[in-house]
T-cell receptor, first 113, second 116 residues
Framework: GQNIDQPTEMTATEGAIVQINCTYQTSGFNGLFWYQQHAGEAPTFLSYNVLDGLEEKGRFSSFLSRSKGYSYLLLKELQMKDSASYLCAVRRRRGSTLGRLYFGRGTQLTVWP | DGGITQSPKYLFRKEGQNVTLSCEQNLNHDAMYWYRQDPGQGLRLIYYSQIVNDFQKGDIAEGYSVSREKKESFPLTVTSAQKNPTAFYLC???????????????FGDGTRLSIL
């Protein structure tokens, strides 16, 4: 498999900013995805990076550095509903196809009032 | 509305029994995937299919089987050879080829399988 590392747990308070890091080691890198998953529910797509730099989407931003094998998800103005697991997934090219995703174990974020 | 439907939501398996989890999508996606999620773990790929009548093993295919006879459907059978089947099973789909290069996988609501 691929080495995808992210912290197991993080906590923050409402209104704050939190950064969730993800490091990876892979050949044939073909994109990195962030998903949010509430307990017992399906993951929902948050962001996609394939080139270096920052992608901003409302309160959520995601950054990628391909040379460092590093990404982060930045959540601003935290709300209680942001308490969830955040999954980092790397896509690896397979021949001429897009390839499949490799998921990290997820970071469980708890937002306190 | 377009989406992915998994059924049933909860499933119980007896010893020595095969059970089949259903996954149907009406998103016109070429690729479909089955993942297993255990508590505190990420998603692990069981099988995936990029096109009808073709599928590949993922990282943990032993004890599972799939078929892809229709574009819309990708059922997963958990056989009696899978000795630890208790888990949350997620089905996903996506576009394939160049059309899917920046498109995410979309997930169903999952099936929770337990052993009786």
């Amino acid at each position: 498999g691929q080495n995808i590392d992210q912290p197991t747990e993080m906590t923050a308070t409402e209104g704050a900013i939190v950064q969730i890091n993800c490091t990876y080691q892979t050949s044939g890198f073909n994109g990195l995805f962030w998903y949010q998953q509430h307990a017992g529910e399906a993951p929902t797509f948050l962001s996609y990076n394939v080139l270096d730099g920052l992608e901003e989407k409302g309160r959520f931003s995601s950054f990628l550095s391909r040379s460092k094998g590093y990404s982060y998800l930045l959540l601003k103005e935290l709300q209680m509903k942001d308490s969830a697991s955040y999954l980092c997934a790397v896509r690896r090219r397979r021949g001429s196809t897009l390839g499949r995703l490799y998921f990290g174990r997820g970071t469980q974020l708890t937002v306190w009032p | 509305d377009g989406g992915i439907t998994q059924s049933p939501k909860y499933l119980f398996r007896k010893e020595g029994q095969n059970v089949t989890l259903s996954c149907e999508q009406n998103l016109n996606h070429d690729a479909m995937y089955w993942y297993r999620q255990d508590p505190g773990q990420g998603l692990r790929l069981i099988y995936y299919s990029q096109i009808v009548n073709d599928f590949q093993k993922g990282d943990i295919a032993e004890g599972y089987s799939v078929s892809r006879e229709k574009k819309e459907s990708f059922p997963l059978t958990v056989t009696s050879a899978q000795k630890n089947p208790t888990a949350f099973y997620l089905c996903a789909s996506s576009l394939a080829g160049t059309r899917g290069s920046n498109q995410p996988q979309h997930f169903g609501d999952g099936t929770r399988l337990s052993i009786l």
